[in-house]
């Protein structure tokens, strides 16, 4: 699994904490430290040009403190506050900032305080959606692509099948119920009949040899595979 690259910034005023941050960020994999800034108005001019995930910045600076700066930003990156005096951390946290180091930092603090970011930084990406499943049939002269969700069920036709779909004209195709159940993911497909394959989430109920879909179509099941029916129902209850 690839490691989080989070970019980053460093403000302080203070040579030695600003080369200890560095010192610190550059062990750790997930922080990539684009720049280090030992006064606030050229920090501020930087992070307003660059893209910034994270700011490790020094609360008590000459020129401007680092709450008034990170206040001032429009796009404000995740923050790590850095001071040696107990009584901003009050401040600092009013502006969501995921940590408050107290100096002198120690290294197993900064890594906790990191890896807390890491996980805000993965939590706030907007997940994937599910990729569709999905596979084609030949219909009317033209491939037809079907899919896997949107299955209602399947009827055999003889050397035809008829693909019942949700909210859509069913598809007739050349193909037995054998060639198009492999196709499907076995673990979301049963077939019930000589002539039906059901997609399993799509079972409302099943009663007396007849299976009841959610969306209100009844079907048969036959004596060939009523077992694994019952077996299936069986290991969801």
């Known amino acids: 699994m690839a490691v989080t690259k989070l970019k980053c910034v460093a403000i302080d005023d203070e040579p030695l904490a600003l080369k200890l941050l560095q010192q610190y960020a550059a062990k750790m994999p997930e922080l990539d430290m684009l720049h280090t800034f030992d006064d606030a108005i050229s920090a501020a001019e930087f992070i307003r040009k660059n893209k910034i995930d994270l700011l490790f910045i020094d609360i ?133 009949h000589r002539s039906y394959i059901i997609p399993l989430a799509g079972i409302a109920s099943f009663n007396n040899r007849k299976i009841l879909l959610t969306s209100s179509a009844e079907l048969p099941v036959s004596d060939t595979y009523i077992e694994k029916v019952n077996g299936f129902i069986k290991k969801t209850n």
Not at 123 to 130: C, F, G, L, R, T
Not at 163 to 184: C, Q, Y
């Open 60 to 192: 008590n600076m000459p020129d401007i403190t680092g709450i008034d700066l990170v206040r001032s930003l429009q796009q404000k990156p995740m923050i790590i506050f850095t001071t040696a005096y107990k009584k901003f951390a009050y401040e600092g946290f009013e502006l969501d900032a995921v940590d408050y180091l107290l100096k002198p930092i120690d290294y197993t603090r900064f890594n906790k305080a990191v890896q807390k970011a890491v996980l805000f930084f993965e939590q706030a990406k907007p997940s994937k959606p599910a990729e569709e499943e999905y596979f084609f049939v030949r219909s009317e002269y033209q491939q037809v692509k079907i899919n896997i969700s949107a299955v209602e069920y399947i009827e055999g036709l003889e050397d035809y099948i008829k693909i019942h779909i949700i909210n859509a004209r069913p598809v007739l195709t050349l193909m037995t119920l054998k060639a198009v159940l492999e196709k499907l993911p076995a673990e979301k497909f049963i077939r019930i």
